[in-house]
């Protein structure tokens, strides 16, 4: 089997198992895409994956992870304007941090085009909520696009990438969780690189206005309602929405993404089946094809995932038209959240048409499966800062949680995180916690990916306001959680060496004073240092320093002549005192009946952070296991 590499480059017409991250970059390539951006976040790393299988030298396109989704959309946006098409790239959340200039997208003239890639997560499976972003599309006039396998992710980006640059105007192609991560055999056609690539730089200021100044917005707008007139017109000729003729009058039925393919599940062997409307474009509506299919059926359900946008737009068109159909969805199912799997839209199905589709059965799972907290990997930096931090703390002290694989530090044993937002909001909300509190001292964490993303206001503004409140950095190089991306600490970009900006010296820069460093496996050191920022009078930092584990010892791990480590337990040493367990917390010991603490080989990667944990020392050095 080729390379992933090689297959996104093939030019022969081939057939292939891929998801739909991996068919994305392939219709990335096929549509001459010049420029892509993007900030890590589930469900899309894996289409930075599939761009990296690529060779940096045969990459039809520039890719990089910008320091957050609003400067990825602005890269993206420089580079539209400049004539080539772009691309940006982020998370469902990603969109919040990216609105401010996100909204004012429609209103310029995009010379090469731009695709806003976003991940949505119904179901929150990896995300702090599951926002539908289609309410951002309204608000930014922008059209939406959404497929619902691996196959459509590849031909409705093309057709995003041709609508977006015939109209210069912003496209979003709408993913979501089941999609990104689905898998498909997807016939991809052939495809011929251009003998040529014209990079030429193509900014003209006569292209614009590019200056939104007050007195042009109205016209702005206007052209921005003008194109989306001109989607709305082109909607049916785009063939991306499908009629699914089951010859049945009665019931229909309009769908589009997961839901779909969830629809086509649930209804298995029912007969008679309704008829489907399948659509692509989701926003603006195509009402003409929609008002025909009311009209053409008794009763119509419309089967929409997260919010009821289409819902309202529905109904409101037929109540306009007259029709007579009966409209039915969200208001009659009640099922506002979550992922429309199969089961879900079986049991929908039911509660509306009890005749036509029977009970789903009640799953009852007998099965004893054991519980899978999250948790911190084995040798984790942050295990260990968090177990010395603690002993630096009041019971009363307020602690405020961050973004990151060190939100997990909330859970037991060590109970730091009280409170948690978004990405880089802990310092403002343990400002805002500071306020009058006179006996309450308050200490908030944050990632370093996310000291550069959003952490740098809230930081800057704990400074300039006098906040007294002390901010722990868990710096371990890399953004770990979402799979350890480079960023501006790490002195590599995605495209190789890359100037490196230290925390320390940014925050030297700013003028914070009170600033303490360790690597946290001095545990006994960041105790005191943290005792000592907590003492300062105003704002404090102490940088917990220590690489990510995980990402060190797979590194070591392809060094020829590694050789694995793990600890040992001395059983005549140990008291049974268990603080490995019940305090410190690594996965790698496990509590045996009999009181014995026994260490899974599995786990340990034998990097010795437990060993000051036992205070009768019955953790031994990490021995060399020869396995
Ligand atoms: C606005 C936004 N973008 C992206 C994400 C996805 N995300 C969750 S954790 C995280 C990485 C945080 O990295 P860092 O701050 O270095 O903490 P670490 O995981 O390394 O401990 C990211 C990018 C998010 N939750 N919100």
Redesign the pocket.
Same mark, same amino acid.
């Given at each position: 089997m080729k390379s992933m590499g090689e297959m996104l480059l093939r030019r022969e017409a081939f057939a292939e198992i891929v998801m739909g991250n991996t068919a994305l970059v392939r219709a990335m390539v096929v549509a001459g895409t010049q420029v892509v951006t993007a900030?890590?976040?589930?469900p899309t790393p894996e289409i930075a994956t599939a761009i990296l299988s690529i060779p940096a030298d045969r990459r039809p396109f520039y890719f990089e992870f910008s320091t957050?989704?609003k400067v990825a959309t602005e890269v993206a946006y420089g580079a539209s304007v400049n004539g080539h098409l772009a691309t940006v790239f982020?998370?469902s959340?990603?969109l919040?941090?990216a609105a401010d200039t996100f909204v004012q997208l429609s209103l310029m003239n995009l010379m090469g085009g731009l695709v806003v890639v976003l991940g949505d997560d119904p179901g929150a499976n +990896?995300? $702090?909520n599951e926002q539908d972003n289609r309410h951002y599309a309204q608000l930014a006039y922008t059209p939406v696009i959404e497929p619902a396998d691996p196959a459509e992710v590849y031909s409705f980006y093309i057709e995003a990438a041709r609508l977006s640059r015939q109209l210069r105007m912003p496209v979003i192609l709408r993913l979501t969780t089941h999609v990104c991560h689905a898998k498909q055999k997807v016939r991809f056609p052939a495809w011929q690189p251009p003998a040529q690539v014209d990079r030429t730089p193509r900014f003209d200021v006569g292209n614009g206005p590019y200056i939104p100044l007050p007195f042009s917005v109205p016209e702005l707008k206007q052209r921005a309602l003008g194109r989306l007139e001109a989607v709305r017109g082109q909607a049916v000729a785009c063939g991306l929405h499908r009629f699914v003729d089951h010859g049945n009058r009665q019931r229909g039925v309009i769908a589009w993404g997961l839901p779909f393919l969830s629809l086509l599940d649930a209804l298995g062997d029912v007969q008679p089946k309704p008829d489907i409307l399948k659509l692509g474009i989701v926003y603006p509506l195509d009402h003409g094809q929609i008002a025909a299919f009311l009209d053409e059926h008794q009763e119509v359900l419309v089967l929409e995932e997260l919010d009821d946008l289409l819902e309202k737009e529905i109904k409101a068109k037929a109540y306009d038209l007259g029709l007579r159909t009966k409209i039915v969805g969200k208001l009659d199912a009640g099922d506002w959240i979550g992922e429309y799997t199969a089961d879900k839209v079986k049991g929908i199905l039911h509660k509306l048409w009890p005749d036509l589709v029977p009970a789903p059965p009640e799953i009852a799972l007998n099965v004893a499966v054991p519980d899978r907290p999250p948790q911190m990997c084995p040798g984790c930096g942050?295990r260990s800062a968090f177990h010395a931090i603690k002993q630096a703390l009041a019971a009363d002290d307020i602690t405020v949680a961050?973004?990151?694989?060190?939100?997990l530090g909330y859970l037991p044993p060590y109970e730091l995180g009280q409170l948690l937002m *978004? #990405?880089g909001a802990s310092p403002g909300i343990g400002a805002g916690m500071s306020l009058f509190n006179t006996n309450r001292r308050v200490l908030v964490f #944050?990632?370093? +990916?996310?000291?550069y993303?959003?952490?740098l206001p809230g930081t800057i503004n704990a400074l300039h306001n006098r906040h007294n409140l002390t901010m722990i950095v #868990?710096e371990?190089g !890399? !953004?770990? #959680?979402?799979g350890h $991306?480079d960023?501006a600490g790490s002195g590599r970009n995605i495209n190789g060496p890359a100037p490196k900006l230290p925390i320390r010296k940014i925050l030297e820069g700013l003028g914070v004073e009170a600033i303490f460093e360790t690597d946290t496996y001095q545990q006994r050191q960041l105790t005191d240092l943290v005792r000592k920022a907590m003492a300062v009078e105003g704002f404090s930092v102490v940088i917990a320093r220590h690489p *990510?584990m995980l990402k060190f010892t797979r590194e070591a791990r392809r060094k020829p002549g590694f050789e694995p480590r793990r600890v040992d337990i001395d059983q005549e040493t140990c008291e049974r005192i268990h603080a490995c367990v019940a305090v410190f917390g690594c996965p790698t010991f496990t509590r045996l009946p009999d009181g014995q603490i026994e260490i899974n080989p599995d786990l340990c990667i034998g990097d010795g952070s437990c060993i000051q944990t036992c205070p009768t020392q019955a953790i031994t050095k990490p021995a060399k296991t020869g396995a």
């Open positions: 900030y890590p976040g589930s957050n989704e982020f998370k959340v990603g919040n941090v +990896s995300s $702090q942050h961050d973004i990151g694989c060190h939100t *978004c #990405m #944050m990632g370093d +990916s996310t000291f993303h959003a952490g #868990m371990n !890399t !953004t770990a #959680m979402t $991306q960023h *990510c």
